[in-house]
């Protein structure tokens, strides 16, 4: 009944029906919204707020709301109290200054207000604050550091170690400390259960020094190749832009041969087997 009554209140002007279905949805039921950008969901969402707290579903400060941004959550709040204070009931109006202390913020800072919070239950300190940037790169080649020093102590993680930058390629400090910095990056976004199949997979990616310079190889031969042909056709269309024959240009440029075999003669008689030489020669 609570629903029937709600979906058959009447739709003022300004909202489309998809809109204000989700405004006046029962609060007891889950309520997913997917839409693109400027459709409408902020003012959606931002009137469903006001209409639940003017009913006394919820209280201003039992009210969670979360954004991804600062800007989003700023204009969030902005709009749900501008909301308030311009409702003609001055009971509502009231409402707008317990509005402004409502948890309309972002994942980041209500996750560190609850760790402020209840930090006596946690067992930390209430000082809590968002770590800068600067200062986790600084702290994180500290405790690399550390870690580091520990292992190159004992003799067997150093072997074990050793083996793993051999494996990743790692030569000197400072590409050691970059490896296992980004290594150690990825794995603290995975679960404990996927740490050692990602570790795996992470390694396995990397090439040996063998692979690669086989790899090398082929990939030299194969520029050659290409720069052989380039400077074989590039040659052809310096010889034929003196040629007063058109029909002969055109006939050798239009061939599909052309961009597929360096090895013909460029006119009769001329042969193109000393330009071959000489670029075999200086590659």
Request: proline share 3%; glycine share 4%; charged share 30%.
């Amino acid at each position: 009944m609570r629903r029937m009554k709600a979906m058959s209140e009447k739709r003022p002007s300004g909202y489309n029906p998809k809109q204000w279905a989700a405004v006046i949805y029962p609060t007891d039921k889950d309520l997913l919204i997917s839409a693109g950008a400027g459709s409408g969901k902020t003012r959606t969402l931002s009137v469903r707020v006001k209409r639940i707290i003017e009913k006394g579903e919820v209280s201003p400060d039992s009210l969670l709301v979360l954004t991804f941004t600062d800007n989003a959550a700023h204009e969030m709040k902005e709009r749900i109290v501008a909301l308030f204070q311009e409702d003609e009931d001055p009971r509502i109006r009231a409402l707008a200054v317990k509005m402004q202390s409502a948890h309309i913020q972002t994942f980041d800072s209500f996750c560190q207000y609850l760790v402020s919070t209840y930090a006596g239950r946690l067992g930390i300190s209430s000082s809590v604050a968002v770590l800068d940037e600067t200062i986790e790169k600084t702290k994180r080649n500290e405790f690399l550091d550390e870690v580091l020093r520990s292992w190159y102590e004992d003799d067997r993680k150093r072997e074990a170690l050793l083996k793993t930058l051999i494996k990743f390629n790692a030569k000197g400090d400072l590409e050691t400390r970059a490896v296992l910095l980004d290594l150690d990056r990825k794995l603290n976004l995975l679960p404990l259960s996927s740490r050692a199949a990602f570790f795996s997979d992470y390694a396995d990616a990397f090439l040996d020094e063998g692979e690669f310079s086989s790899w090398y190889d082929e990939y030299v031969e194969g520029m050659k190749d290409l720069l052989r042909q380039t400077l074989l056709k590039a040659k052809y269309i310096d010889i034929y832009e003196s040629d007063e024959d058109d029909s002969q240009r055109t006939r050798v440029f239009s061939s599909p041969s052309f961009f597929q075999t360096p090895s013909y003669t460029a006119r009769e008689g001329q042969c193109c087997a000393p330009l071959s030489e000489e670029i075999s020669r200086l590659l």
